[in-house]
Structures are given as C-alpha cells and as structure tokens.
C-alpha cells in the first residue's frame, strides 16, 4: 500500500510539473505573438527534454516572424527611395519628348504615359508617409492637452472639408485631458475619418466619439453601411494591407491605418477596428493613456 500510494504520489508530480511547464511555454508564446516585431524570450529553451526542443524551435520561428514583420514595416520605405531615381529619370525623358513635335497619335500616348507617371509618383509618396512619419514622432512637441476641445475642433474641419457628409460627433462635457503630441493624434485622427469617407456612401452616418473610463481615453470613429472581412481584422494596421477592391477608385496601399498604429504605439496605447453589432458598420478605436 505504501509503495502504491508513492507510486501515485510521484505520477501526480511529474504530471503537475509537466503541466505548469506547458503553460508556462504556452503563455509565453501568446505574451510574444502580441508584440510580432519584438518577442520575448521564451522560457525552457535550455532544457534537454522534449519541452526544451519545443521552446527552442518556438523561439526560432517567433525569430522568424520577427525579421519578416520588420522587413514588412520598412518595405514600403524602402521601395520609395528606390523609385524615386527611376520616376524621376523617366518624367523628365516625358517633358523632352513632349516638346518636340508628335503627331496626334504619339500626344495621346505621351498623355497616358503622364498619367501614369503622376501615379506612380503618387504612390511613391504615400509609400513614404510612414517612413517620414517615424522621424515625426520622434521630434514632435509634446504637451497636455484637452482631447475632446482637440477632437471638437477637427470635426468642424471635416464638416467644412466634407460638405453634405453625415458627420457626427459625440463628445464630453468634462474635460479629457492627454499628454499627446496633438500635431499626430490629429494626423491619426484625418486618416480614419478619411477610411471612413471612402469607405462609407454619401448617405452613410459617420461618427466621431470620444469617452473617458478610468486612466484610458477611447476615441473612436465608425461608419454605417460597410463591413470588415473577418480574415483581416488582426492585419489591417500592418504596411501595406488593404481591405478595399483592387478595382476600387483613388490610391489605397493600405499605408493610413498602419500609420495610425504607429501613431498610438508612439503613445502607449493600442487600436483595434471592429464590426458593429447587426452588421450596421464598422468602428476604429484608438484606446490612448489619460493625463
């Protein structure tokens, strides 16, 4: 009986420290795929056993997805000083060839070939917002604001910007103060409110809502009338992500939302985007440390 009961009290060890192993490798893989570019280092990679295998190749492949989610964040930087030589090279052999006599034929084709320049250039210079916007964050003036004064003032701008558009704003009485750089809460603040526009119709609510709950400040905008693919909502702040058409009209590399994330990460704080409840739209919130 005595061997027995140490037979089961042994068994009963070796499974409660297997156990609490597993969940401790597995809390520490989840604390690091929330931060992809910057994982921690797991736990039990020096072991010897099966479990230390298995935090070893975990901490590899977290390596991996690390290296790819930083290429991805500086790729579109990247490709914009790399094009700028070649489009300029290429504009200015446009212009000689556009001052020398063509036929009506060869000034159609010339025209198209503009076009499609102004385009390229266009892009160029959306792909480079977010490298410059790095910099921005790091020299931008720092001070304690009012957010909702600051949100109120950027809503009439809209109105006056976006005439016949539904905007509302839903906003508090009390103050909602925030240590910001208001120049990038604001620059956060356009490209939602632009997603919103090209995303919703003419007839579609736009709102513009900020609440205060305990030290976090939530500023949120949501539009009627479209949905998000469930498939991306967790890549929609990644470089150069789109949920839009490829056939859709205007630019969209998918660069605003991601600079917004940088924006908040500048911050300390966190966005999410999400459905509203029975389908009536969609909701963008930017979650920011209150003063």
């Given at each position: 009986?005595l061997?027995?009961?140490?037979l ?11 156990s ?24 039990m ?10 935090a ?7 390596r ?34 556009g ?37 921005a964050v ?35 009485e ?23 526009i ?63 994330r ?30």
């Amino acid at each position: 009986l005595l061997l027995t009961l140490a037979l089961v009290a042994g068994l009963w060890f070796l499974a409660t420290r297997l156990s609490r192993r597993v969940q401790s490798l597995s809390g520490a893989v989840s604390e690091a795929m929330n931060d992809a570019a910057h994982p921690r280092n797991l736990p039990m990679t020096g072991d010897r056993d099966e479990l230390g295998e298995l935090a070893r190749n975990n901490a590899r492949l977290l390596r991996a997805v690390a290296d790819y989610t930083r290429y991805l964040r500086t790729l579109a930087g990247r490709l914009s000083h790399e094009l700028k030589t070649p489009l300029a090279i290429t504009r200015s052999s446009l212009d000689n060839l556009g001052s020398e006599p063509l036929g009506p034929g060869a000034t159609r084709y010339l025209d198209r070939a503009r076009e499609g320049v102004d385009r390229q250039t266009a892009i160029v210079r959306a792909m480079s917002e977010a490298s410059r916007l790095e910099a921005a964050v790091a020299s931008a003036d720092w001070e304690t604001v009012d957010l909702a004064a600051l949100v109120a003032a950027c809503v009439e701008g809209y109105r006056s910007v976006y005439p016949g558009r539904n905007l509302t704003a839903e906003l508090p009485e009390e103050q909602a103060r925030c240590h910001c750089a208001p120049d990038l809460v604001a620059q956060a603040l356009d490209k939602l409110v632009d997603n919103a526009i090209s995303l919703a119709g003419v007839d579609e609510r736009i709102t513009i809502g900020l609440t205060v709950k305990g030290n976090w400040l939530h500023l949120r905008v949501s539009n009627t009338g479209t949905q998000l693919p469930d498939t991306l909502q967790d890549q929609l702040f990644d470089s150069l992500v789109s949920v839009r058409d490829p056939g859709a009209e205007g630019l969209h590399l998918g660069l605003g939302l991601h600079i917004v994330r940088l924006v908040v990460e500048a911050h300390g704080g966190s966005v999410e985007a999400a459905n509203l409840p029975q389908g009536e739209g969609v909701v963008f919130t930017l979650h920011l440390p209150a003063s």
